[in-house]
């Protein structure tokens, strides 16, 4: 009896939680908001960034120790990071472009040693900077770029138009201690 009940529990509850997930109607129109991404966009974005690590973290053994990050944005990826040689880099980018759906690469590893912590410190400080100048931003919606910086160098990713990218260039640029900025942006219009 009791077993009956827990059913009957969790499938009130299942039914009320899939209620609340579908969509409200309405009579204004269905708008197509070309900025945003999708669940399974943003899904495939992570999987990507996984897998591309992975892959090049196991493509050489010279590669097994190098700092590598990858970050999507709707099938486009960035490399950063460094690794101890050209060749290596010339490897991480093949294997990067080799990950499914995966649209373009950004191999923007550096060969050089591992940046120290002080240098990791001061690029997780200035992502902080660039973003909180740009949530301050009431007029644009802050939370379709994404910001990501190494060894000083500012990366701004995201859908935008192109007054959007100038805008998002404009407010990184008031931050401090930045070497650069370098748009990795897929245009919308």
Known sequence: MLKRGIQLITITSCIFVLGACSPTLSDKPITDNKGSRTLGTLYND???????????LRASPLLETANVSAVSVNGILLLIGQVPSEDTKVIAGAKARGISNVRKV???????????????TSDTLITTKVKARMVGEVAFPAGRIKVVTENGIVYLMGLVTQVEADWAVKVASNASGIQRIVKVFEYID
């Open 46 to 56: 992570q999987l990507i960034e996984t897998a591309a690590v992975d892959a090049i």
């Open 106 to 120: 950004h191999n923007e590893l550096l060969v050089s040693g591992p940046a120290s912590y002080v240098v990791r």
